[in-house]
């Protein structure tokens, strides 16, 4: 009977596992919280009221074709590819459409127990192209902070208590596993760490949760004002914000 039980169990069709959610517009952020007292990597989806902390392998979140746009002649672009050349960009300011994923510090509990600052490591990236994240300096000149092209781990320090949004640019059509890590010393002198994968799909219509990584779809070019209108909310604009007020610093770890 116990063997009966087994190739029962063994045969049978596996529980359907529940659909992620897809978030294409709306303000979220990538960031840690205390879940029952264990460091944990979440997001917070504010496009819900109130806001949901949701775990990465429950949500994605889509670049539409409306994220679409051509890298600029500009020279200080060239690291998003030749001039031309479509890159799905979300940019560091808000717009209308595009969802808009930021990174803070700023839940309750890891504000008062964190020391000083987090570390956010970027340990490996899989997709069917080029993933970046920049940030616009006060002169519009884009400062670096990820890079898929080069070596892993990559990091980045977040200051406490912080609330950053950047450029997150993709190559190509298709879903990219970013596979990331947050540390951080507490102020009892212990450390925390958690590592999970953010997955983000570039292109309209429904997101696949796993990256064809010789896929790349052919996309008709968007309209080239709406090219030229969200490189000038992407050029234009930094957005560094702390709590409310004040000023945000990330610094660059090479």
């Given at each position: 009977?116990?063997?009966?039980?087994?190739?029962?169990?063994?045969?049978?069709?596996?529980?359907?596992?529940?659909?992620?959610?897809?978030?294409?517009?709306?303000?979220?952020?990538?960031?840690?919280?205390?879940?029952?007292?264990?460091?944990t990597v979440q997001l917070r989806d504010d496009?819900?009221?109130?806001?949901?902390?949701?775990?990465?392998?429950?949500?994605?979140?889509?670049?539409?074709?409306?994220?679409?746009?051509?890298?600029?002649?500009?020279?200080?672009?060239?690291?998003?590819?030749?001039?031309?050349?479509?890159?799905?960009?979300?940019?560091?300011?808000?717009?209308?459409?595009?969802?808009?994923?930021?990174?803070?510090?700023?839940?309750?509990?890891?504000?008062?127990?964190?020391?000083?600052?987090?570390?956010?490591?970027?340990?490996?990236?899989?997709?069917?192209?080029?993933?970046?994240?920049?940030?616009?300096?006060?002169?519009?000149?884009?400062?670096?902070?990820?890079?898929?092209?080069?070596?892993?781990?990559?990091?980045?320090?977040?200051?406490?208590?912080?609330?950053?949004?950047?450029n997150w640019t993709f190559d190509a059509q298709?879903?990219?596993?970013?596979?990331?890590?947050?540390?951080?010393?507490?102020?009892?002198?212990?450390?925390?760490?958690?590592?999970?994968?953010?997955?983000?799909?570039?292109?309209?219509?429904?997101?696949?949760?796993?990256?064809?990584?010789?896929?790349?779809?052919?996309?008709?070019?968007e309209p080239e004002g709406q090219q030229v209108?969200?490189?000038?909310?992407?050029?234009?604009?930094?957005?560094?914000?702390?709590?409310?007020?004040?000023?945000?610093?990330?610094?660059?770890?090479?």
């Amino acid at each position: 009977m116990k063997l009966l039980a087994a190739l029962l169990l063994a045969v049978a069709p596996l529980a359907p596992t529940a659909e992620p959610v897809v978030i294409s517009n709306g303000h979220v952020d990538l960031g840690p919280k205390f879940v029952d007292n264990r460091w944990t990597v979440q997001l917070r989806d504010d496009t819900t009221d109130p806001a949901t902390w949701r775990d990465l392998d429950t949500v994605v979140l889509q670049a539409t074709s409306k994220a679409k746009v051509a890298v600029p002649e500009d020279p200080a672009y060239q690291f998003l590819g030749k001039p031309g050349q479509s890159v799905w960009v979300i940019p560091q300011v808000q717009q209308a459409g595009i969802v808009w994923p930021g990174w803070n510090t700023q839940d309750t509990e890891v504000a008062t127990r964190v020391d000083r600052e987090v570390t956010w490591s970027l340990e490996g990236v899989r997709g069917p192209g080029a993933f970046t994240l920049f940030l616009n300096s006060d002169f519009g000149k884009p400062q670096p902070v990820f890079d898929s092209r080069k070596p892993f781990p990559q990091q980045t320090g977040i200051d406490v208590n912080t609330h950053v949004h950047g450029n997150w640019t993709f190559d190509a059509q298709g879903t990219y596993l970013l596979d990331v890590a947050m540390t951080a010393k507490l102020t009892d002198g212990t450390s925390v760490s958690d590592r999970r994968t953010l997955r983000v799909y570039a292109g309209d219509g429904t997101p696949s949760t796993t990256p064809a990584e010789t896929a790349v779809i052919p996309v008709a070019a968007e309209p080239e004002g709406q090219q030229v209108e969200l490189w000038w909310f992407i050029v234009g604009a930094v957005v560094l914000v702390l709590g409310t007020t004040g000023i945000v610093l990330v610094r660059r770890r090479r």
